[in-house]
């Protein structure tokens, strides 16, 4: 089955510095991979997502993330982080054949002024 | 557009009591699902459906029970609450794959469930 690793509970980070948070999953053949933001007492929102192609994903915001099948990883970074940035960042992967979406334990970003 | 609602956003139980979270969605999403999300743990999958009279378990679905009578609602029924079950639900809908999508879900704004 498939799983997926956030190391980091939490990313204390100040305005304007740069900021990644880690994210592994377990190897499948084929797989889809979402990142999500959550804002304070909200649902889930999609931030960007890998489904094939480039493996470099971005969002409207500035986020970035990078599809790596060697190392199984896709870190969600960011080059100047803003304290609207301030939220939780979940990690998500599906297989090719599943609908399920599998998540990880949540990464929380704390931007300081 | 309304997107996925969930009913009630804050409920208070006593254990052994039993109640339904109601969850909608207008989009007309084939797959629909329910997470509940626990401090540290992430969003664990309880039940899902990828149509209407069609369900299944998930990676937590004991003590959970689902239906799927029409396309638009996907209830979420605890029989017999209990302390563990204390926790912030979350239902979220999506196409289905084949048909233009990738698996994106779309997510309601949660049920704050206490069990005491």
């Known amino acids: 089955a498939q799983s997926v690793t956030q190391l980091d509970s939490q990313v204390p980070v100040f305005e304007e510095a740069p900021v990644e948070l880690r994210c592994n999953y377990s190897s499948s053949v084929s797989v889809y991979l979402f990142w999500y933001v959550q804002y304070p007492n909200q649902g889930l929102q999609l931030l960007l997502k890998y489904l094939s192609g480039s493996t470099l994903v971005k969002s409207i915001n500035g986020f970035e993330a990078e599809f790596n099948k060697s190392q199984t990883s896709f870190h969600l970074r960011k080059p100047s982080v803003h304290i609207s940035d301030t939220a939780e960042y979940f990690c998500?992967?599906?297989?090719?054949?599943?609908?399920?979406?599998?998540f990880g334990s949540g990464t929380r970003l704390l931007v300081r002024p | 557009n309304a997107g996925v609602t969930q009913t009630p956003k804050f409920q208070v139980l006593k254990t052994g009591q039993s109640m339904t979270l109601q969850c909608a969605q207008d989009?007309?999403?084939?797959?629909m699902s329910w997470y509940r999300q626990d401090p540290g743990m992430g969003l664990r999958l309880i039940h899902y459906s990828v149509g209407a009279g069609i369900t299944d378990q998930g990676e937590v679905p004991n003590g959970y029970n689902v239906s799927r009578s029409t396309t638009e609602d996907f209830p979420l029924r605890l029989l017999s609450a209990a302390p563990s079950q204390t926790s912030v639900y979350f239902c979220?809908?999506?196409?289905?794959?084949?048909?233009?999508?990738?698996?994106?879900?779309?997510f309601g704004e949660g049920s704050r469930l206490t069990v005491l």
């Open positions: 979220a809908s999506s196409k289905l794959k084949g048909t233009g999508n990738t698996g994106e879900l779309f």
């Open positions: 998500a992967v599906s297989d090719g054949s599943s609908y399920k979406l599998i």
């Open positions: 989009m007309n999403h084939e797959y």
